[in-house]
């Protein structure tokens, strides 16, 4: 067959080399046939009889998710397992089968469509990412209706090519990823997804590379077709000739030496060539992540997205995390970070995180009820949080992080509920760091803009660029149809980052960056130049951020900077990043 090329998103980085491993979606062949009166009752029990034996298969994985499984899997399952017993799924289909007399398998999918087709009208790309929530649960059910209950090759352990398996689907369930977990593979390809689609989001935290969005890769690479993905290009080539597979063999060779080189400046501190030191931090999601930070060399966490503690731990009764459990996980990260800075940011929930998927129902999620102004119309939820992290202070140095301020009064509502959790604590004689620092999320435009009402406000500053971009451009951070037009170069983001660093640092406020521009070594240097000096990003980044920290000279680069910042043309900024990298 001719090679071919197929271009997508990256989501997970590196260079994967395998066999195509095709997962069919089941709905595309189910036997279509009516049935009688008399076989209607027998009918609906055996999709009754399917249905319970899916709950089952979701409450065994979500048992046995492993400990150091990302917390977001927990949720993905709860959300199955929500949509397996919603009338439209458990209920309508039983109709489909009394009234129009299909047989189990039709009177499913037919529903399935049905819904589907609604999705499809629906703007919000939240929303429109459930549609293939919905259609994974029914391809579960009808795996159990035709008996083909798995798609995936066992995995004997011995197969030595198991480990070059790329998996290719129209879209992967976060459960069925969990099952990969286990089985040797070298990365996956779906039609589906966007940067932050669930699917990609596991994959970033397996560390596996990945590309989504590919459109329809799955219709046309077959079943055992060579494949090489390039994770950091997105690009997927098919039946690659044998001098593009040999250069491929050799990148991937490459980058694996060089990922063994980086692992020697686990223990060199982070100072640029004219002796400035810069701190690396890391971002985690659970408290189980804090050895993985120390071993990367973090010299603390600069987020700590609470957020994956209420959505993973939720279970399958939807129910929040009490104050003791929650003081728990902050006091487990705090010790196991061993006297460094652990930054806990409060509840971001909201937008593409949702603390209950099934009552979304904001029009905009993202321009929502989200983050700290979720917080604050719960304020027992919030202070039940304050109190639970001002406890865990007590074992060693926490900093209170708030998301997406962007009004005085918010930031002033805030600060007043922190004292007032400070009170609470202090009638009940609980021990708490009096000084703990508060910090703000600069990640909304109108934050960057009045950067002097905050400084005057704050302890410190941490810039979430990931919303930054998606609330400057206007751009869906989630939605792959817009991926494109999310550019971190675009000039206005620029300066506003710049604005604010140097704000932040002319009134001695320290400032970070947490977003994924900070783990990103093409923007290092632009960063420095920028006056940063603190980053914080995935473990598994920072050696690589600090051996661009460690070639740079902050004298060598600070004109070059400067006229990054003048400039206006996209081309130019491009080409003058670029250049800032060679000096
Ligand atoms: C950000 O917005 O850049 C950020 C770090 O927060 P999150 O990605 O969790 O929204
Ligand atoms: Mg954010």
Redesign the pocket.
């Known amino acids: 067959m001719a090679s071919f090329t197929l271009h997508g998103i990256p989501v997970s980085r590196g260079i994967a080399i395998g066999r195509a491993h095709l997962l069919a979606p089941a709905a595309l062949d189910v036997k279509h046939y009516l049935i009688s009166q008399e076989q209607v009752e027998a009918e609906v029990l055996r999709l009754q009889k399917a249905i319970a034996s899916v709950h089952k298969e979701l409450q065994t994985i979500w048992n046995e998710l492993p400990k150091d499984a990302p917390a977001e899997l927990g949720a993905f399952i709860d959300v199955h397992a929500l949509i397996l017993s919603d009338p439209m799924i458990a209920e309508v289909p039983l109709d489909i089968i009394r009234t129009r007399y299909y047989n189990a398998e039709w009177a499913l999918v037919t529903q399935i469509d049905e819904l589907s087709a609604q999705f499809d009208e629906i703007e919000d790309a939240y929303l429109r990412e459930r549609k293939s929530d919905i259609q994974q649960v029914g391809e579960r059910v009808l795996k159990v209706l035709t008996g083909s209950a798995s798609t995936l090759p066992s995995h004997d352990g011995g197969d030595e090519n198991a480990g070059r398996m790329i998996v290719v689907a129209h879209d992967i369930s976060p459960a069925d990823m969990l099952q990969f977990k286990d089985r040797a593979f070298g990365g996956f390809v779906t039609d589906l997804g966007g940067q932050n689609s669930h699917t990609a989001i596991v994959a970033r935290s397996l560390d596996i590379p990945a590309a989504v969005g590919m459109s329809n890769a799955s219709a046309l690479i077959e079943q055992d077709d060579m494949i090489v993905i390039d994770g950091d290009a997105g690009v997927v080539i098919v039946d690659p000739p044998p001098n593009v597979l040999e250069q491929y063999r050799e990148l991937q060779q490459r980058l694996m030496r060089e990922r063994k080189k980086l692992g020697k400046l686990k223990k060199t501190p982070a100072i640029t060539r004219d002796g400035t030191e810069i701190t690396l931090l890391a971002?985690i999601e659970l408290p189980d992540d804090c050895p993985g930070a120390l071993d990367s060399g973090a010299m603390g966490v600069g987020?700590f997205?609470s957020?994956f503690l209420f959505m993973g731990r939720a279970g399958f009764v939807n129910k929040l995390p009490s104050e003791d459990e929650q003081f728990e996980s902050y006091r487990q990260a705090v010790v196991a970070m061993k006297g460094r800075p652990v930054t806990i940011?409060t509840l971001?929930i909201g937008?593409d995180?949702p603390l209950d998927s099934a009552e979304q129902t904001a029009l905009n999620p993202a321009l929502g009820l989200r983050a700290i102004r979720f917080c604050l119309a719960e304020p027992q939820m919030f202070l039940q949080q304050l109190r639970a992290i001002l406890r865990a202070s007590a074992y060693g140095p926490i900093k209170l992080l708030i998301?997406m301020l962007a009004h005085a009064f918010e930031i002033d509502q805030s600060l007043a509920m922190i004292e007032q959790a400070k009170a609470q604590l202090r009638e009940q004689n609980k021990k708490f760091d009096p000084l703990i620092p508060v910090g703000a999320?600069i990640?909304i435009p109108a934050a960057a803009l009045t950067l002097p009402m905050f400084v005057k406000r704050m302890d410190f500053l941490?810039?979430?660029?990931?919303?930054?971009i998606?609330y400057t451009l206007a751009i869906d951070?989630a939605d792959h149809e817009v991926a494109h037009l999310y550019n971190p170069l675009h000039p206005a983001v620029l300066y506003l980052l710049a604005s604010t660093i140097s704000i932040g640092a002319k009134a001695g406020v320290p400032i970070s960056v947490?977003?994924?521009?900070a783990g990103d070594t093409r923007m290092t240097r632009l960063l420095l130049g920028m006056g940063l000096r603190e980053f914080s990003m995935h473990p598994t980044q920072i050696l690589s951020v600090k051996q661009e920290i460690l070639n740079t000279d902050l004298n060598a680069i600070a004109a070059q900077t400067k006229k990054i910042l003048r400039t206006m043309e996209p081309a130019a900024i491009v080409s003058a990043v670029e250049q800032l990298r060679e000096l």
């Open positions: 971002n987020l997205r957020e940011r971001d937008a995180k998301p999320m990640e941490s810039v979430g660029t990931n919303d930054l998606q951070r947490c977003g994924e521009m």
